[in-house]
């Protein structure tokens, strides 16, 4: 649907308020319901049996003492989930990744599943599961993958997006490439051409909450799944597509949601818990442990990148290409793709070229997370021009007010920008106080700019309008961030109504139509624009009703401030109606007032941030602590300005903790070392400075308010801010990813020893 | 009659065709011309193609029309977090 986008100047009574979030109370309270608060009556436990090799052939599966054990009701293996897919790749590499097949692809890929009455009895029948493996060599590094003499995962695997097609299987599952100019002309040009290569480990989501379900199959083939969620309709569309469930007889209600950022917009234990729960004939919960969300969800992929940009002494960049390694996990996913689209995305380039290697290898499979891939690519690329400023003589943050892309410019990726705000958030860093702030001793400043794409989606609400006036809004989109407050202004926006009198639910997958997930930070883009759409169908409606009442023609009736207005000289004594005496008379009228909105959500706003970072660090322990930290990102609008401040904050926070720490350690076995939290450290609150945001608003001309997404562009500059400012403290500059202790003070006795 | 930009991977499969000639009113009927013309490219539509239009993005308006004289760039359906 279109928008008349009369945004520019509009002035807002409700939207740019900050008014405290309705799910907030039960949340501090203890009382919200998350994905394990969920019970249904003679509900079993599901528990899964686990792979403890990263790459091994099954050769076969006993389960017959288990099945025998009493207080058993269920026992599954892949045999249990026939394959219904139809040939289609994506939705197998799902199935097998549920429920391996026919081999194991990494430590602690599911090969079996149990349901029984309580814990004790569950763990003790995984226990008598006899799993007959062939273990097989296995690979978890990217650039060892690629090697011809790599242990091959699958031998069907031929390199897409390569002409001729190779002949030979590898791990490589396909190339891309974007770009557009000479870049060979382009360096020759150059008087400064500066080639580095960079590595970033796998880094977890590390939201709080596990991933966590209650599921329930009954006899007539209908089906309830109550699941923490990014996307209930999304996992119900995967679900009744792996299970052979007809897709309306599968009713998903999403949770509360503890976290997500990418990593619950996949099933994983949802249908393994559906599969326990049709053989039992009873509902089945099913809650991973935190060592099993690390080892057997989805994390992000481990890079290896290599980055040249050649410049003229005038500081005009000349040509710039990359090439970029990610780790897929055992299934092909889109990652080195989405790294290559972005990573020169900031910039204004004649001659760009860059190249992206999907890699499979024997980790679990990767997930989004928040701004997929951009972060890792952002971290290579804003490095090198870093380096390159200092090489020019240049302050790093005007070499990249220089080269920075503006509307109009051919972006990396292909198409030409519209109105984008990498430019502004530039010009903010440079008047901050923060860059003015002097440094003490063994701190270093880092200042890096990160792009995210946002989309939309199909989108459906429903806006009822209760007996006394007040309002019911139901969204199909999982509030994952404050969206539900976020929404609420919106639909008070359009009516005309205080906040107070709008209540937002997230509805089941069977009271609305089909929402796409929440991500790609398209939560509040997407369903304001169907709030507003559904509003305004609402307001059409209030207004003939109002007619109706005064019985005078509609197109005399106007809806101003929450009131339908009788236009015009022979009215002038009509007293204004308001929705509660509208409402009320609406069984005389017509029946029920409400307002529906089905559409799609294209034309979300591209997004750009530019951080600040100081970081002190010791150079005895090689330890680092942030001690100032400052993010500035346009937002098109902000709709709920703290819960925008809040995105800016947590994506800076994660980008911290996967700069300073967070990495997944495999043993020479192929064994995930740190599957917990002790031993994968995530920043705490005495870990971070308070987190300073400046929210620049250049509006999105494709949204009726001039919204963009805000929720993913948070965590692209951190690695490569944090990764300058810790360059800076030392002296020497950090190439891999964490900067962990061990690695800062390796680099600071190479530069000893130099 | 508009030039279509293909992204690399979509540009192999157009018989390695950076920039194709197509007239179409919208990207319904670019998808569908794209596919009769070079059948390699189904698979990709399938798959989920977006159409950049002037700079805007669309993944799933297929009624989305195509101005005279837009810049018209086909990208990857891009998956977020």
Redesign the interface.
């Known amino acids: 649907m279109g928008f008349d986008p009369k945004y520019t100047g509009q002035a807002f009574k409700s939207v740019g308020t900050r008014p405290l979030r309705p799910d907030g109370f039960d949340k501090v309270t203890g009382r919200a319901r998350y994905g394990a608060d969920f019970n249904m009556p003679g509900q079993l436990v599901g528990r899964i049996l686990r792979s403890p090799h990263a790459h091994a052939r099954i050769l076969s599966i006993d389960t017959t003492r288990a099945a025998a054990l009493k207080g058993v009701k269920a026992v599954i293996t892949a045999a249990d989930l026939p394959d219904l897919t139809n040939g289609r790749a994506?939705l197998f590499n799902i199935l097998d990744n549920c429920m391996a097949r026919t081999k194991a692809l990494y430590d602690g890929h599911a090969v079996a599943a149990v349901a029984a009455i309580d814990d004790a009895t569950a763990e003790a029948a995984l226990a008598l599961i006899r799993v007959n493996y062939e273990v097989l060599p296995h690979v978890t590094d990217a650039d060892e993958a690629m090697k011809s003499t790599a242990p091959l995962l699958h031998a069907t695997c031929f390199t897409?997006?390569v002409?001729p097609k190779p002949t030979t299987p590898s791990n490589i599952a396909?190339?891309?490439?974007?770009g557009h100019g000479d870049v060979e002309a382009g360096f020759k040009e150059a008087d400064i051409v500066l080639e580095r290569t960079f590595k970033t480990e796998q880094a977890h989501?590390g939201y709080i909450e596990p991933h966590a379900c209650v599921a329930k199959v009954n006899a007539d083939g209908t089906a309830e799944l109550w699941v923490c969620t990014q996307g209930h309709f999304v996992f119900r569309q995967h679900c009744a597509e792996l299970l052979g469930l007809e897709v309306s007889k599968l009713r998903v209600t999403s949770s509360e949601i503890g976290g997500g950022?990418?990593?619950k917009?996949h099933v994983w234990a949802e249908p393994i818990a559906l599969a326990l729960s049709r053989q039992a004939g009873w509902p089945v919960k099913l809650v991973m442990s935190r060592e099993e969300v690390f080892r057997a969800s989805g994390p992000t992929s481990a890079t290896s990148i290599d980055v040249k940009i050649g410049v003229k002494k005038d500081g005009t960049i000349t040509a710039a290409t990359a090439e970029l390694r990610f780790t897929c996990g055992p299934y092909v996913?889109?990652w080195a793709?989405?790294g290559a689209?972005t990573a020169f995305a900031c910039y204004d380039l004649k001659n760009v070229r860059t190249v992206g290697y999907e890699v499979l290898v024997n980790r679990p499979k990767v997930a989004?997370?928040?701004?997929?891939s951009a972060p890792m690519a952002a971290f290579a690329v804003e490095n090198v021009i870093d380096e390159l400023a200092k090489q020019l003589g240049r302050d790093p943050l005007e070499f990249r007010i220089q080269n920075a892309a503006t509307p109009g410019t051919k972006s990396s990726?292909?198409?030409?920008?519209?109105p984008i705000g990498i430019g502004p958030t530039l010009q903010a860093a440079r008047a901050h106080a923060h860059m003015a702030a002097p440094l003490g001793k063994n701190q270093g400043r880092g200042v890096a700019c990160g792009f995210w794409?946002?989309?939309?989606?199909?989108t459906c609400t429903d806006l009822n309008i209760a007996p006394d006036g007040t309002v019911s809004l139901t969204v199909g989109t999982v509030d994952v961030g404050g969206s539900r407050a976020s929404l609420s202004l919106v639909a008070a926006e359009e009516l005309g109504i205080p906040y107070e009198r709008v209540n937002a639910i997230i509805g089941d997958t069977s009271s609305l139509g089909y929402n796409d997930m929440t991500?790609?930070?398209?939560g509040t883009f997407s369903s304001s624009m169907a709030t507003i759409s559904a509003a305004r169908n609402a307001i059409k409606t209030l207004r003939e009703r109002a007619a109706k009442m005064w019985d005078i023609p509609v197109e005399e009736v106007v809806w101003e401030d929450g009131q339908a207005r009788a236009q015009g000289e022979k009215h002038n004594n009509l007293a204004p109606l308001s929705m509660a005496e509208i409402a009320a008379k609406a069984p005389k009228t017509g029946g029920p007032i409400a307002g529906h909105s089905e559409l799609?959500a294209?034309?979300?706003g591209v997004s750009f941030a530019t951080h600040i970072c100081d970081v002190e660090v010791d150079p005895e322990t090689g330890g680092t602590k942030v001690v100032r930290y400052t993010v500035i990102q346009d937002a098109g609008k902000a709709v709920h300005p703290t819960y925008v401040e809040g995105q800016y904050q947590g994506g800076a926070a994660q980008g911290i903790g996967w700069a300073l720490n967070e990495e997944y350690v495999y043993g020479a076995d192929g064994r995930l070392q740190n599957a917990g939290y002790l031993d994968y450290r995530v920043p705490v609150c005495s870990d971070l400075p308070m987190i300073d945001t400046q929210i620049l608003e250049i509006p999105n001309p494709?949204h009726p308010y001039g919204v963009r997404g805000v929720g993913?562009t948070s965590i692209v500059p951190p690695l490569a801010a944090i990764g300058i400012a810790v360059s800076n403290a030392v002296g020497v500059r950090l190439n891999h990813i964490p900067m962990s202790p061990p690695r800062i003070l390796a680099a600071l006795d190479r530069q000893a020893a130099e | 009659m508009a030039e279509i930009?293909l992204?690399?991977?979509l540009a192999?499969a157009a018989g390695?065709h950076p920039v194709v000639e197509i007239a179409a009113r919208d990207i319904n009927e670019l998808f569908r011309k794209l596919a009769e013309r070079y059948p390699a490219t189904q698979a990709f539509i399938d798959?989920g193609v977006a159409v950049?239009i002037?700079?805007?993005?669309?993944?799933?308006?297929w009624s989305?029309p195509l101005p005279d004289g837009a810049?018209i760039?086909l990208?990857?359906r891009?998956?977020?977090?």
């Open positions: 994506d897409k997006g002409e396909s190339r891309s490439q974007f989501q950022f990418g990593g917009t996913g889109p793709l989405l689209m989004a997370y928040r701004a997929p990726y292909g198409p030409v920008y519209g794409f946002n989309f939309g989606g199909q991500d790609g930070s398209r799609v294209d034309g979300a494709n993913e | 930009q992204w690399g991977a192999a390695g798959q950049s002037d700079g805007t993005i669309y993944r799933d308006t989305q810049e760039f990208l990857p891009i998956a977020g977090g």
